[in-house]
């Protein structure tokens, strides 16, 4: 079947009952969205479905018909990083790192719907995304920076608008 | 005299007599302030029981707001009428109860007046209360005196002129308050009327389970027959118990107490808070409660008992099956489902076979579609059940053909309507729910639990 | 280390200006060294590979590599090394190369554990770069007619007075670098750093959070296929029947391994085989015994079970007497490491040779336990670290290597890649032992403590190097290798008597080690190892002395602790939280405090911290925590406090909600539901970490030297908050609202 990530129609040639992070993995080799669990309990395969985060292993393909998978990769590179990856990146936001490859699209999902969320709301958003070596607290700095970057990226966008 | 002058005359001496009478029915005396007491003053072994009681009326329940302080008030109580904000029941002198005496308290729990002579919206259950012993009142009382004051001003009700005047409920009152619907039976045990004592009072389980008429009260007739609560619905948990197997004592028992039971799932939606707080309770009350609970629910019939052999043998050996018309709906559980529900993994942590699962029996499908869009959570840092959602992996469309599956091959009722309509008012709804409710301060007992 | 170990604080003499170092510097031996024969050891791992082309390697094209055998696990590790380097050779950071673990490539540092890492391989690598720089200085003299002392370094090349630049590739030449390190380096003055002590962000995160490879998970091989393993379903399970036809025939499937009790499948594809792991479980039928101790009855068990007793430190001074004594028990359950990726490794056999990439703490030893289980020389394995999720010790990372070896020894040619699942690391992973100790103190007229007795109850914390034995896969195949002897760990580092000894001055002390060789329950190193439950016990007691003595729990702390770094510590952390005498907590607050020097020899940690306990669920709530840090010469200020504030929360994780649960037959704690841990429901609202810089002085590890003092800091909040102390960990919602309601 047919399945669009970070913009790209793709074929896939698997089950349609396979998980959609053995799909991005196997079939796509995109390293962000990772194996934790496999049961949906700790986060770690984030991605983003129609702008939404959902936990890829137990996201069967066969629901993915006509709609927009985003993951990490989608969002920005090393080279040229969306904002939620630069504020990781400058808030050093990671220990092993494993986790927060689903911590950053659960926290874009959070930011595309509200731009300026409150300590409260990251924390209750986050919930279901586990970090072990116990980054959260740069994990929550990342977030608001995101949100602070985000927030001039618009305004610098509407000021040039309007200087035309 | 004229005729004019008589009718004018019957008019105005009806419309006054009228207002006197409506002014006797309305009007409620105020009950002077007293001085916070000290709470020191209570002795300990009543405010022990007091917590107790107040565990089994749930009164944290309605009477805190997530992110809020215990008792406070705040939380919004979804009515038809609109929403009612539950009160501030802290001591606090200004905002909470703190000036009240213990007369007032028990006033409030007879007949639904505050301290200040106005009437409380029904909301608040005291047409169950009124059930409650002044022994049992003045040990709530100890109790509530007995927490830490805050200060939470009251938010305003948001219901519409003429609700939101407070004497109409004086009408409702008049209509639908009875004294004393619990009565003791001599031809039952300690037990069952213990059971009956704190169902029909403190525990107000009628208060969810029972429908409700047109003005918003208990429909008296169909006690226990199923009712509506933010939107979820509470099952029929009498004679019309729709449960795939049977309830009897013991399965009660653990339910409620350990907040799941084998043959009938986990206790989620607003069901997790109480039993939450009937696992802190005394064991024979707790106890005491099935044992008039399996008395409401009757003994099952044969008929009853026949599906359930049926649905036991269907567990064992599932038969497969796919009718052209739910390809769709048994793929998606067949992809995103069994790999937990089929499994022989034991409650309360594997997923429950879906033959014994209530929600998919219920006259609608509200409850299975709260489950699937918002999972289950796990209470911090107790084991405890975890479900993903599916309300962001799944479109309406495929939840609803996905509940249309699921009612065909695991219930014998008929199949529901309206069901992409229910799915999206659910959608709206839980995220509603889940972010004002304080939560289950526990989690379900597990046969290894440590704790 | 038979006898009585007396710890006598070395204090590292650093100068200002060239630092002069000589080998009896930064080592915990060196207290040895002195009393013993005259060569000295080399410091660190250079003990180890004394040649400093283990370390660094000078390309013809200038091209610099370093070389470490220490293992990126999410502690910074590489960044730090590679900062070191580029600090002692005068080159730019970004220039370096880095190699880590590899049995081919690099120098065998024995395992990434025990806050090592810069003591031993920074070191190593700071010493040897160093004396690189030094002999290029000097072969560009030689070359150039010039004086040493008149040439620089800059940017990879060493200038002239005129002008002239020799680069280092250049300057390299035939085995320049095949020599042993010196006794004496040049390092540079502290004061001139611009790489070391700065907050150089870490290598590895670029690639982590913009969905580059950076994981063994990630790795893709030409013709990789999938396996997954079934386990048994408790310790001990035999293989009674396994009718695996049904499952060769399932789509994809390649290969399935039944050797022994050792069950396997291959497939092509990842999904395929899980599914075919499915069907293989159900076809497996098991005959399993009961044999573990009842759960909630670890205290008898543990103080039961037959064990080795030693007295590790004995102080006696008669004229203290004793007036008020107090005794008390703590416990600690088994905990899990609870690594967020399920371990992982792909192995290849291609003509005779295994290549097996894995993320073991020490691909050495791993390395001699698979060629032991596989019959072949060790020569004949390579092992290669790549990166895994956190570990926190020793998880289940060389158990997959072993499996992956043993499936890939039946595919020749083929890479095969082995996953394991979420419940197999929970529940196969060996965990952390459950602990018991006993204290008791007196305190004389004055409120000073006069006598002060500590016995610990532990099984090993180590189970590696263990040789194949050690491996699941070894004990499971048809010819089984029996798992081996458990032994302690000696002190100074110690297992479960790791921080055992306390810090703190006492005129009369004894300590008592009951060493618990039979392991009911699988166990190994868990970060800290016995220091987190030995911290627990020994600064949860401190507070309980201090109440008995009516003293404030920080002065009480000061009046008994001689080490000038320690106490600094402690009115750092103390200064920084606010933290006064007398003072009162908010209603329903309460404060704590704790600390300890990890080891009693590596870094000092002390915390405060302020927690809330709702009255009515029992519920403990972190609010905030300070910490102050010393862990000498600081190399990477950020790392070192994210290291800091990881451990805060994952102790608090440890100390608030965790313990391994089972029946008298099986591990049922096998997924995050029955198994929590700490989620953003309950991070606290603040954590502040100070950094006590000790330029000159010797690295002292710091990864672990967090978790004891943040537990005892919040089981003193705790005590603080509601008037009732709680010893048996962990300190949960219930057993607080039950100690409350009675």
Redesign the interface.
């Known amino acids: 079947m047919s399945l669009k990530v970070n913009g790209h129609d793709h074929q896939i040639d698997?089950?349609?009952?396979?998980?959609l992070l053995?799909v991005l993995?196997?079939e796509l080799?995109?390293?962000?969205a990772?194996?934790?669990?496999?049961?949906?309990?700790?986060g770690?395969c984030t991605v983003m479905?129609d702008g939404?985060?959902?936990?890829s292993c137990?996201?069967?393909?066969?629901?993915l018909e006509g709609?927009q998978v985003t993951?990490?990769?989608g969002l920005?590179?090393?080279d040229a990083?969306a904002p939620i990856?630069r504020a990781?990146?400058e808030e050093?936001a990671?220990?092993?790192?494993?986790?927060?490859?689903g911590i950053?699209m659960r926290a874009q999902a959070l930011l595309q719907k509200n731009p300026k969320p409150t300590d409260?709301q990251?924390?209750?958003e986050?919930?279901?995304?586990?970090?072990?070596?116990?980054?959260?607290?740069?994990i929550?700095r990342a977030v608001h920076r995101a949100a602070r970057l985000m927030d001039s990226a618009a305004l610098s966008s509407t000021t040039q608008g309007s200087a035309q | 005299m004229t005729k004019p002058k008589i009718v004018i005359g019957i008019v105005a001496g009806l419309l006054i007599g009228g207002a006197v009478a409506a002014f006797a029915v309305a009007w409620r005396p105020a009950i002077s302030a007293i001085e916070p007491p000290a709470p020191q003053s209570f002795d300990a072994n009543l405010v022990k029981r007091g917590r107790d009681l107040a565990a089994i009326g749930n009164c944290n329940d309605c009477h805190t707001v997530r992110g809020g302080k215990a008792f406070a008030g705040g939380l919004a109580v979804p009515t038809p009428f609109g929403a009612i904000y539950s009160s501030n029941i802290t001591p606090d002198p200004q905002t909470g109860i703190g000036l009240w005496s213990e007369a007032a308290f028990r006033r409030a729990m007879r007949s639904g007046v505050d301290r200040t002579g106005h009437h409380l919206y029904p909301t608040f259950p005291y047409d169950h209360f009124t059930n409650v012993s002044d022994e049992d009142d003045r040990a709530l009382y100890a109790f509530l005196m007995t927490r830490q004051g805050v200060h939470a001003p009251a938010r305003a009700n948001e219901l519409a002129f003429p609700l939101d005047q407070r004497f109409v409920v004086a009408g409702w009152k008049l209509l639908f308050l009875r004294r004393e619907t619990y009565k003791p039976d001599a031809t039952q045990s300690a037990e069952w009327n213990r059971g009956a004592y704190l169902v029909e009072g403190l525990a107000h389980c009628g208060a969810c389970h029972t429908p409700r008429n047109a003005l918003g009260a208990e429909r008296l007739s169909a006690t226990f027959s199923g009712g509506d609560v933010d939107n979820w619905h509470a099952y029929a948990i009498n004679a019309r118990s729709l449960s795939p197997v049977p309830w009897d004592t013991e399965a009660l028992f653990h339910y409620l107490r350990q907040g799941w039971d084998k043959d009938h799932g986990v206790a989620r939606g607003p069901m997790a808070e109480v039993v939450s707080n009937l696992s802190s309770v005394q064991e024979s009350d707790v106890h005491a409660i099935a044992v008039y609970m399996t008395s409401v629910f009757g003994p099952p019939g044969q008929d009853r008992l026949r599906k359930a052999d049926e649905v036991r043998a269907q567990i064992k050996s599932p038969p497969s099956q796919t009718t052209p018309s739910n390809v769709a709906g048994a793929s998606i559980y067949a992809a995103a489902c069994a790999t937990c529900h089929e499994t022989e993994r034991p409650l309360p942590y594997g997923g429950i076979n879906l033959a014994l699962s209530t929600a998919l029996s219920a006259p609608d499908p509200r409850n299975a579609a709260n489950i699937i869009i918002s999972g289950i959570q796990p209470v911090e840092g107790e084991r405890s059940p975890i479900m993903p959602g599916f309300g962001s992996s799944m479109t309406d469309v495929q939840i609803s053909a996905l509940l249309n599956y699921l009612r065909g091959r695991f219930s014998n009722q008929p199949g529901w309507t309206d069901v992409e309509r229910t799915v999206q008012d659910a959608r709206r709804m839980q995220t509603v729910f889940l972010g004002i409710q304080p939560g289950p301060h526990n989690a379900p007992g597990g046969p290894t639990q440590r704790d | 280390m038979n006898g009585p170990v007396i710890l006598d604080r070395r204090r590292v003499l650093a100068g200002s200006g060239a630092l002069i170092v000589s080998f009896s510097l930064p080592d915990a031996f060196a207290q040895e060294r002195e009393t013993q024969a005259p060569a000295p050891k080399p410091p660190g791992s250079l003990a180890k590979a004394p040649y400093l082309d283990s370390w660094i390697r000078i390309d013809a094209d200038g091209t610099i590599t370093v070389f470490t055998g220490k293992a990126e696990i999410g502690q910074g590790m590489k960044t730090a090394v590679q900062q070191i380097a580029a600090e002692e050779l005068d080159v730019s950071f970004a220039s370096l190369k880095l190699v880590t673990a590899d049995t081919s490539r690099t120098a065998n540092e024995g395992y990434t554990s025990g806050s090592n890492s810069m003591k031993e391989s920074g070191t190593a690598i700071q010493i040897t770069a160093a004396q690189v720089r030094e002999l290029l200085i000097a072969e560009a003299a030689r070359r150039l007619n010039v004086g040493a002392e008149n040439l620089k370094v800059e940017n990879g090349a060493v200038v002239a007075p005129d002008g002239q630049r020799l680069g280092y590739g250049d300057l390299v030449a035939n085995d320049m670098l095949h020599v042993q390190a010196q006794a004496k380096s040049k390092l540079k003055d502290p004061a001139t750093y611009k790489v070391m002590g700065q907050a150089v962000p870490r290598v590895d995160i670029p690639a982590k959070v913009t969905g580059g490879a950076a994981y063994i998970q990630d790795m893709r091989l030409p013709g990789m296929v999938h396996a997954r393993v079934v386990r048994p379903p408790s310790y001990g399970a035999e293989l009674i029947e396994c009718d695996i036809s049904a499952v060769e025939k399932l789509p994809g499937v390649v290969k399935v391994i039944r050797n022994g009790n050792f069950l396997a499948v291959v497939a092509a594809r990842e999904f395929q085989a899980i599914k075919a792991m499915g069907t293989l479980s159900a076809a497996a039928k098991w005959r399993e015994r009961p044999g573990l101790p009842k759960q909630d009855d670890l205290l008898r068990v543990l103080t039961s079970l037959p064990s080795q007793d030693s007295t590790i430190f004995e102080h006696n001074d008669p004229s203290a007497a004793g007036q008020k004594t107090i005794e008390a028990t703590y416990t600690r359950p088994y905990q899990s490491h609870g690594s967020i990726g399920p371990s992982c490794a792909i192995a290849r056999l291609v003509d005779g040779a295994m290549t097996v990439w894995t993320h073991t703490q020490g691909v050495y030893p791993d390395r001699a336990g698979i060629a032991e289980m596989l019959r072949m020389p060790p020569e004949g394995v390579r092992l290669i670290h790549v990166e895994g999720s956190g570990c926190y010790g020793h998880n289940g990372a060389d158990d997959a290597a072993a499996d992956a070896a043993l499936i890939a020894r039946e595919l020749p040619g083929v890479p095969v890649r082995v996953q394991w699942m979420r419940e197999q690391e929970h529940g196969w992973e060996p965990f952390g032992p459950a602990m018991v100790t006993r204290l008791k103190a007196s305190l004389d007229a004055g409120g000073m403590i006069a006598a002060w007795n500590f016995e610990v109850w532990s099984n090993t914390h180590s189970m590696r190097p263990g040789g194949a034995g050690s491996m699941l896969a070894a004990q499971h195949m048809a010819q089984p290798i029996a798992v081996p002897p458990p032994k302690p760990i000696p002190l100074p580092e110690g297992g479960g008597d790791r921080n055992a000894i306390p810090i703190y001055k006492f005129p009369n002390a004894h300590v008592v080690h009951h060493f618990i060789p039979a392991m009911p329950v699988r166990v190994s190193a868990m970060r800290a190892l016995g220091a987190y439950h030995n911290v627990f016990s020994i600064e949860s007691f401190m507070d309980e002395l201090a109440g008995l003595a009516g003293a404030d729990p920080v002065e009480f702390r000061l009046k008994h602790l001689d080490d000038p770094r320690g106490r600094d510590v402690i009115e750092k952390a103390a200064q920084g939280f606010g933290w006064q005498k007398g003072q009162k907590a908010p209603a329903d607050r309460g404060f704590g405090f704790a600390f300890a020097r990890y080891k009693n020899l590596a870094a000092y940690c002390a915390i405060a911290s302020e927690v809330e306990v709702n009255r009515e669920t029992g519920r403990p709530r972190l609010v905030r925590a300070v910490a102050a840090v010393d862990s000498g010469q600081v190399v990477n200020p950020d790392g070192l406090i994210n290291q800091i504030e990881g451990a805060i929360l994952q102790s608090m994780s440890w100390t608030l909600y965790e313990a391994v649960t089972f029946d008298d037959t099986r591990i049922t704690s096998i997924d995050w539901q029955t198994y929590p841990i700490l989620r953003f429901d309950a991070v606290p609202e603040k954590i502040d970490v100070h950094v006590i810089n000790r330029p000159g002085l010797a690295f002292l590890g710091s990864g672990e030297t967090g978790q004891g003092p943040a537990a005892a800091s919040i089981a003193n909040a705790i005590a603080n908050a509601t008037g009732k102390r709680l010893r048996d960990l962990p300190l949960t919602r219930k057993r607080i609202k039950d100690a409350i309601d009675a």
């Not at chain 1, 939404?52 to 936990?55: D, M, P, Q, T, Y």
């Open positions: 698997a089950d349609p009952d396979t998980p053995y993995r196997e080799k995109l390293n962000a990772k194996f934790g669990c496999g049961l949906g309990q700790c770690s479905v939404k985060a959902v936990l137990v996201t069967p393909l066969l629901l709609r993951t990490l990769e920005g590179t090393i990083p990856q990781f990146m050093q990671a220990q092993c790192g494993y986790c927060i490859a950053m409260e990251i924390r209750a986050l919930h279901p995304n586990l970090c072990r070596c116990g980054t959260h607290m740069r929550l």
